[in-house]
Structures are given as C-alpha cells and as structure tokens.
C-alpha cells in the first residue's frame, strides 16, 4: 500500500555531493569505477543524515530508518534480545539518531558506524551489562567544519573495510562478528584482527589533529 | 609524549563494550589522554559499522507501524536539544581526565586516600564486581610491593612516572600485564606517582606480611 522507498531523489543528491566534492578538489571520477561507486553508496548516508540534522527532513530520516533499523534489530537480536525487545530498542536507537544527527562527524566515521556506536550502547544498557564510560568527547567547534574531502576519503575507507570483511576467512570473519555482538570476552578475542586498519586510523588521526589545531 | 598504548584485543573488546566496568573506565581514561588510541578506537568502530552494514542476512524486518510509531515519537517530544559546545574547556588543567574524574568525583585534591604502608596510598573507585579499579599514590624513589599476576593489570600513569626492570611509564602511558609478569614498578624520583590501577583478579604479594594484610587492604 506504501510505497516507502523514494530512494530516486536522495541518490541523485548524493551523486550530485559527489560530483561537487570531486569537482571542488580536482579529482578525476573516470577509471575509479568501484571506489566511486562506494563513495556514492556511504555518502548517499551522510547527505541523508544531514538532512535530518539540518533540516529536520522526515522523508530522509525514513530512508535511513529503513536501511539501517532492521539492522539494529538483527544486531540486538544476534546480541541476545528477544524479537519484542529487540524491536523497541532498535526504535529508540533510531530516535537516538533523529536527535543526535547534528553530532555526527562524517570526517571521522560512516554513518553505519556511528549508530553501531548508538546501537551498543543501547545493547549495554537493554542487557545490564557494566557501564561502559566514554572519554572526552572532542567536538567540532562552530567555526570548524570539516574538509570535505576528509570527509569523503573517510566514507570511502569505511566501504573498504566492508570488501575486507567479506574477504578474510571465514575462521576470522566469525570472530570479528561474534566480537561485536558481544559474544566474546576480551581473552577469547584474537590477537590479530587480520584487517587493514592502518589506513582509516591514519585518516581519523589526521581529522584528530585538525580539530586540535582548530581548538588552540 | 605517550608510548605505550593499548592492545588491539582491549581496544575491540572495549569497541563491543564487553569489557568490565572497570577496564572500560581505564581504556576511556587513557584514550582521553591519547589521541594514537582515540584514532585506533574508531577503527574498530569502523569495524562495528561495517558489520552492522553487511549484516543483511541478520537484518530482522520492522514493520510499517513501527516506523509510523517512531516517527511520532520524533513529533511528540518537540525540538531537539542544541549539540554540547566544544570539550575544550575541560581537557586542560586537571590531573585526572574524564571519565575518571567523574568517577573520583573531582580531582586529585578530592581523592579519599588510604595509606597502605611504605608510604604508598591508594583509594579504591566503586565499579561492578567483575574487576577492580584503584587509584595508587606511590611517594618519588619508593617501590610498590613486589607482585605477580592473576589475571590481566593495566596500570596508568597520570601524575609523575614509574620504571619497572623493563621500561619507563609516565603520564598517559598504560602497561597491560598479565599472568606472566612480575615486576617491581619504582616511582621515578621528582615527583610523586599517581597511577590508576585496574585488575580482574586480586594481585599475589610476594612477601607474607603483605600477603596476610591483603583481605583488609582489598587490594
């Protein structure tokens, strides 16, 4: 009867942020099909949330919640809940979203990262689990908007991870899942995640640094 | 300058949020003081992302309803709240950082110490049972009793320095030790040590008066 997957338009706006970050910082888009490809997959997330951030946008947040909420619940589930706690705490994960969405730094994760963040935190709490405190949160001051091609290697290094995951064995890849379920305690986690870390943490030192600088 | 810094296994098991109460306090503490393991901690969220991303074959369906509920929920609870300012005003000038100081329910000056002999005082910080978290007050040039390992002890260092028979930790550095080690940690002469110390597992003294007093000191 709905039909709820107006994905057209937002695509074509995130494809449309692509072509003016690439265009803005002399980037070429030719002969990097899979890379561009990616980038416009993580970025349609990023111009989707900050629709929801800026301008309250329903139609966006229901794009996002669409992607991401049976997710969440999958993720609860896989983490213990049953299907009824999983549902509501899933909801309150995506009202969380809703309401943190100006918080969310695209030079420093994806947007799929940033509600698992949410998401486990909201785990920790549904299950009693030991309190998790946080540190000090640094936070972009208002004058200090991050570089957009931060934020676009940033989105584009997230993807990467994704392909990597996929391509490590099996005996590796199950590990790393049922890690962030919460299935494993700190002594059953292997000592090698086998994944090219390196990179992405690079890349958020950098935006670590900028920010620092920023704040002096 | 930092260096020495947490494990890649503390890091995703505090990334999952599976670790006690009390290694989460000293992982955020030092990450607080670090911005190498900040960088590294939201590479394994990117990790949690990206297995949040692929997991289509767990995505558990959410029906029309709930979306409508959700979105009425947005409604009802009015306009958001404006994003905290900039961490910057509260980075600075404290010995102990966030979330620690929180914890302590202040700074140094507000630390309930007990002495524990030789010198050294420590104040234990209530979390849940699965470990133990205390703050160690080690006097400049004098040693924390001799000790082994249970289980896993990170030690922080946030005021002064300590040295072992291996290498020097001062302020921000973490050592991670575990059953194997034992060592004597001495207190570099300049300035009083303060350490936060985390175990999962009640420390074995070597020598037997402290053994005896262990029960008392909780420790």
Known sequence: MFDITPQTLPSRQAAAAVDMLCAQHGISRRGKRQSEVDVQNAAKWVVLLEKVATEQDTDAFTEVFEHFAPRVKGFLIKSGADHAMAEECAQDVMVTVWNKAAQFDPARASVATWIFTIARNRRIDMLRRDRRPEPEELTWGPEAEPDQLDVMTMQQESEQLISAIASLPEKQRVMIERAYFGDLTHSEIAEETGLPLGTIKSRIRLALERLRHSLS | ?219
């Open chain 2, 1 to 219: 300058m930092i260096t020495h810094h947490l494990s890649d296994k503390l890091l995703m098991a505090y990334s999952s949020g599976t670790l006690p109460e009390a290694f989460n306090l000293a992982v955020a503490t030092h990450i607080a003081m670090c911005d190498e393991c900040r960088a590294r901690l939201a590479s394994f969220d990117a990790i949690g992302g990206a297995v949040l991303e692929r997991a289509e074959d767990t995505a558990a369906p959410m029906s029309h309803e709930t979306l409508l509920a959700t979105l009425s929920r947005i409604k009802d609870q009015g306009p958001r709240e404006q994003a905290a300012q900039s961490g910057r005003a509260t980075q600075e000038g404290w010995t102990l950082p966030e979330p620690l100081r929180s914890y302590v329910g202040g700074d140094v000056q507000d630390v309930k110490w007990r002495n524990v002999g030789g010198g050294v005082r420590q104040a234990v910080i209530p979390t849940s049972e699965n470990a133990t978290a205390r703050l160690l007050y080690i006097p400049a040039g004098k040693a924390v009793p001799d000790h082994g390992h249970h289980g896993m002890e990170l030690t922080l260092v946030l005021q002064g320095a300590f040295a072992d028979e291996e290498d020097c930790f001062s302020r921000g550095d973490i050592e991670i030790a575990d059953e194997g080690t034992e060592h004597q940690p001495i207190a570099q002469v300049g300035a009083d040590c303060i350490c936060l110390a985390v175990t999962d597992a009640p420390l074995k003294f070597r020598g037997l008066l402290p053994r005896l007093a262990q029960p008392f000191l909780g420790i």
